[in-house]
């Protein structure tokens, strides 16, 4: 499939990636990126996109966060870092190509997903300011290797905008709050 230049609304998938309790501490600036995964989720909610999340051997790692939990879908239970490897590519509604992927750890689990989703054809936008690390030197490597592979990095805020279209959509004055936070 050929990248859109455009992200759509009506053609993307929330993907939150292991932002599991015993794990969000430990990641450089992990509240901050909590905070930027919990509002594009709020965002996703508000303009009927999908949300699937992941957890990395929960057993060890525990549930993803509360705070995440409520705005999910599906979550999908894993053991591989490649989410694809234990049944995310059959959870995502087959006529929303677009995904974008936000959360923990960006050069582990996050990046290995990604690049298998390319890899499989899939339009895959990152959010940089919604992903982390224990170290930045691994985000940012891992964020470099993603964009060399065809992954599109935005923020947050470029998503919200790009997903209303414009100041009339209904949920703007509710996106605009948030995007305000």
């Known amino acids: ?17 292991d932002l599991q309790g015993r794990l969000m501490p430990a990641i450089d600036q992990g509240e901050h990126v909590l905070r930027q ?11 009927n996109i999908p949300v699937i999340s992941t957890e990395q051997s929960p057993a060890s790692l525990g549930a993803n966060v509360d705070a995440i939990k409520i705005y999910c879908d599906q979550t999908i239970t ?47 936008s990152i959010a940089v300011d919604g992903v982390g690390s224990r170290h930045p030197l691994d985000k940012k490597l891992a964020l ?9 990095l935005i923020t947050t805020e470029m998503l919200a905008f790009e997903w209303l279209k414009s100041a009339k959509n209904s949920a703007f004055k509710e996106v605009l709050a948030l995007v305000k936070q």
Not at 89 to 108: N, Y
């Open 1 to 17: 499939m050929t990248q859109s230049l455009h992200i759509d609304a009506l053609q993307s998938t929330l993907i939150l990636v």
């Open 37 to 47: 995964c919990i509002r594009t989720a709020k965002i996703a909610k508000l303009l």
């Open 78 to 124: 894993k053991e591989h870092f490649n989410a694809c490897a234990d049944g995310l590519i059959e959870a995502l509604p087959a006529s929303r190509p677009q995904l974008i992927l936000i959360g923990c750890e960006t050069h582990v689990c996050l990046m290995q997903t990604a690049l298998q989703l390319i890899e499989d054809g899939f339009d895959v």
């Open 144 to 152: 470099d290797r993603m964009h060399s592979a065809g992954a599109r």
